[in-house]
């Protein structure tokens, strides 16, 4: 079973944004670290983090690409809401390091909520990404 449209628009949709969103981290890592670009060097309190962002955005991007094309390729069905959660990940997890950016000190999470906050961002990328990778290795090996 091929993936859904749903499925397709998700994954692929979710690669484009991904990688657009790298593309302007790029820019904008490139303005403040090697243009010096004064009003931006202000805002942004640490600009390698962009730089980590904008790599991990990009490997989201092949990650979401690479699971599009397995299950499209061995015709794998996975759950809908497998990919939702995959999606939701790949956006949420990248997206850390802009937070670092302009908030260091988010880096060492004192209370609770900001520890959850952190270890969540790992879930729904890693279940999914794990669910497809093992859904393809149990339709070969099994």
Known sequence: ?????????????????????????????????????????????????????????????????????????????????VIVLFCVGAVYNPSGFIVLAFAPQKANPQSTFEKVLLHAGFIPVTLGAAWVAVAFLISRFA
């Open 1 to 81: 079973m091929n993936p859904s449209e749903f499925q397709t628009n998700a994954l692929l949709g979710t690669a484009c944004f991904n990688i657009l969103i790298s593309l302007v981290l790029a820019w904008v890592s490139a303005f403040v670290i090697y243009g010096k670009v004064e009003w931006l060097k202000r805002r942004i309190a640490a600009p390698r983090q962009l730089v980590r962002a904008h790599i991990d955005f990009l490997m989201m991007t092949f990650l979401l690409g690479f699971a599009h094309y397995i299950i499209q390729g061995v015709d794998l069905s996975i759950p809908d809401w």
